[in-house]
């Protein structure tokens, strides 16, 4: 048995897929698996990952390409990493990212000396010129941690996260092919809940690259995203539905951000469906837990003033386009 096994969809990323294999290969720890699922991608992404592979010629043997017959997405392609992985412990990996040349020994020797199932850590936002630190808030117990990614006050990204493989194979957990896009917020709750114990890495070993226009978290909001979205969430309130009343609040304020979310990724043509991804939920119950831009949002948004909401919100997305431009050019 391996000790860690790194799973790596890859679907059409050939602009960025070199970045990422060499920050996995270039890993202080030794006897990694590393498995790299093709999702029929009609690029050059797999051929650029066998000529590294006899670049690393002493990594060669711990590699694995699995090869789907059609397209499944990325939940389906972490679902066969899932069930080739020997390794002890998981570790997600997406195809435009990297991370740290010690950052599986970190997290591996984290696990072992804590004897935790999962631990996550802090990550770096990488922007195509800077970087922002996402630093993960401190959680009073198991549940709270919980609670606060399922009402999304933290981030439920899987990757920056080393998981027992058990908690996958003991509790049948897999990522639902319908989701696709929001298939993570689904599992790494389930996950958390079946930890005994979770624990977590204060540095930021994880890159996570923003500025890939052709990634799905940019394409903004679409039909299909909105119905996922739904399924999504009803898949979670199956899961929780007797385990307390707390998650299933914390449900309901998913929704209530998610219907002002959307709007921020969405077309002006899409904004209203957006608004109603999740209808005749109880915005004032979480009203003063939004931030100012949400109420803003949810304001206009509520009095059909869509065209006025569509100019606030490229105002704001101008004013940070010049934001990070005079950062680039305003040197300390």
């Known amino acids: 048995m391996k000790p860690v096994s790194i799973i790596v969809p890859v679907y059409n990323g050939e602009q960025h897929i070199e970045r990422c294999v060499r920050s996995l290969f270039e890993q202080s720890m030794d006897h990694i698996e590393f498995i790299f699922v093709d999702d029929c991608g009609n690029d050059g992404s797999m051929a650029i990952i066998q000529s590294l592979i006899s670049q690393y010629i002493h990594r060669e043997h711990d590699v694995k390409i699995i090869h789907h017959d059609h397209n499944k997405g990325i939940a389906g392609a972490r679902n066969t990493g899932v069930d080739h992985a020997t390794g002890e412990y998981i570790f997600f990996v997406d195809q435009d990212d990297y991370i740290d040349a010690d950052a599986i020994e970190t997290f591996y020797?984290?696990?072992?000396?804590?004897?935790?199932?999962?631990?996550?850590?802090?990550?770096?936002?990488?922007?195509?010129?800077?970087?922002?630190?996402?630093?993960f808030p401190p959680y009073v117990d198991k549940k709270d941690l919980i609670i606060n990614a399922l009402n999304i006050s933290i981030s439920p990204a899987l990757w920056c996260k080393l998981y027992k493989k058990t908690l996958f194979?003991?509790?049948?957990?897999?990522?639902?092919?319908?989701?696709?896009?929001?298939?993570?917020?689904?599992?790494?709750?389930?996950?958390?809940?079946?930890?005994?114990?979770?624990v977590q890495i204060h540095t930021f070993p994880y890159h996570y690259v923003f500025y890939n226009q052709?990634?799905?978290?940019?394409?903004?909001?679409?039909?299909?995203?909105?119905?996922?979205?739904?399924?999504?969430?009803?898949?979670?309130?199956?899961?929780f539905a007797d385990k307390g009343q707390d998650y299933m609040d914390a449900l309901e304020e998913y929704k209530v951000r998610a219907n002002l979310f959307h709007i921020l990724t969405a077309?002006?043509?899409?904004?209203?469906?957006?608004?109603?991804?999740?209808?005749?939920?109880?915005?004032?119950?979480y009203y003063n837990r939004l931030s100012l831009l949400r109420k803003v949002i949810y304001h206009l948004a509520k009095?059909?003033?869509?065209?006025?909401?569509?100019?606030?919100?490229?105002?704001?997305?101008?004013?940070?386009?010049?934001?990070?431009?005079?950062?680039?050019?305003?040197k300390p």
Do not use: C
């Not at 020797?109 to 010129?129: G, H, I, R, T």
């Not at 052709?214 to 199956?238: A, C, D, F, Y």
């Open 169 to 198: 194979t003991e509790h049948g957990i897999r990522f639902p092919e319908n989701t696709q896009g929001s298939d993570d917020f689904v599992v790494v709750p389930m996950l958390y809940y079946h930890a005994k114990k979770i």
């Open 303 to 330: 009095r059909n003033l869509f065209f006025l909401l569509y100019l606030v919100l490229e105002f704001r997305r101008w004013g940070g386009i010049m934001k990070r431009n005079l950062r680039n050019i305003i």
């Open 214 to 239: 052709g990634s799905l978290t940019k394409k903004g909001i679409t039909t299909e995203w909105i119905n996922q979205t739904r399924t999504s969430v009803q898949i979670l309130e199956n899961f």
């Open 267 to 285: 077309s002006r043509r899409m904004q209203k469906q957006a608004f109603n991804t999740f209808p005749n939920v109880n915005y004032s119950r």
């Open 109 to 135: 020797n984290k696990a072992k000396d804590e004897n935790a199932d999962l631990v996550y850590s802090n990550y770096l936002w990488q922007f195509a010129n800077f970087a922002t630190k996402y630093i």
